[in-house]
């Protein structure tokens, strides 16, 4: 079976400042994980993924994770917050990156950008 | 990019009766699609995974006679709510995945209220 934590349930910021929101997995295979935004009573946004190769990877709106298999995290950051950032983020899992593959979301860190 | 919908974005119904719930992929024949369940300020629940076609697999402890799932084309499923009842409230999220992405695009989702 498959995990995902995320560490704070929320996070507070002042704009400009570093991003971070951490998130650590467990899987017994080697994982696919994502990172997705939920604006209030939308969706939800992918905003980047990590399947094979480099660990380092970039997505949307300057956020970026890293892939860290000895810690088994996926924290994502962004060097400097905006307003329009805040939100709803969840990591997922998912043991394959089929397009049946079931995700496995953990319970989601609120973002809070202040003045 | 791939665009899914929903329809409707919310609905209030009288307890004891049934709502239907669509989701469609707008630009490209979505084979899998996943329903998804979010309570208030907590993360997202599988619960059914429907290929077109054939019958969905229900996630345990999702009673499939109460969520009835269908998914007779390429570009729409349908969630029907039967007898609903006030602990139905929820955030109800489609998701969709095809051929050519490996990943799945979800729909904006759909509040439901049961009074």
């Known amino acids: 079976a498959q995990s995902v934590t995320q560490l704070g349930s929320h996070v507070s910021v002042s704009e400009g400042a570093l991003v971070l929101l951490r998130c650590n997995y467990s899987?017994?295979?080697?994982?696919?994980l994502f990172w997705y935004v939920q604006y209030p009573n939308q969706g939800l946004q992918l905003l980047l993924k990590?399947?094979?190769?480099?660990?380092l990877v970039k997505g949307i709106n300057g956020f970026e994770a890293e892939f860290k298999k000895s810690e088994t995290s996926f924290h994502l950051t962004k060097p400097s917050a905006h307003m329009s950032d805040a939100a709803e983020y969840f990591c997922?899992?998912?043991?394959?990156?089929?397009?049946?593959?079931?995700?496995?979301f953990g319970t989601g860190t609120r973002l809070q950008v202040t003045l | 990019g791939a665009v899914v919908s929903q329809h409707p974005s919310w609905v209030i119904c009288k307890s004891g009766t049934s709502v239907k719930i669509e989701c469609r992929s707008l630009?490209?024949?979505?084979?899998?699609m996943f329903w998804y369940r979010q309570f208030p300020k907590q993360s997202l629940m599988l619960m059914a995974t429907s290929n077109e076609g054939s019958k969905a697999t229900y996630e345990q402890g999702v009673e499939k006679d109460k969520f009835l799932i269908n998914h007779a084309s390429l570009t729409l499923s349908t969630l029907t709510v039967t007898s609903a009842h006030p602990e139905d409230s929820s955030f109800y999220i489609c998701?969709?995945?095809?051929?050519?992405?490996?990943?799945?695009?979800f729909g904006p989702g759909t509040r439901l209220t049961v009074l």
């Open positions: 990590y399947t094979t190769g480099a660990t």
């Open positions: 899987s017994s295979v080697p994982p696919y």
């Open positions: 998701s969709a995945s095809g051929d050519h992405y490996n990943e799945q695009f």
């Open positions: 997922a899992v998912s043991d394959w990156g089929g397009t049946a593959s079931k995700l496995t």
């Open positions: 630009d490209f024949q979505a084979t899998t």
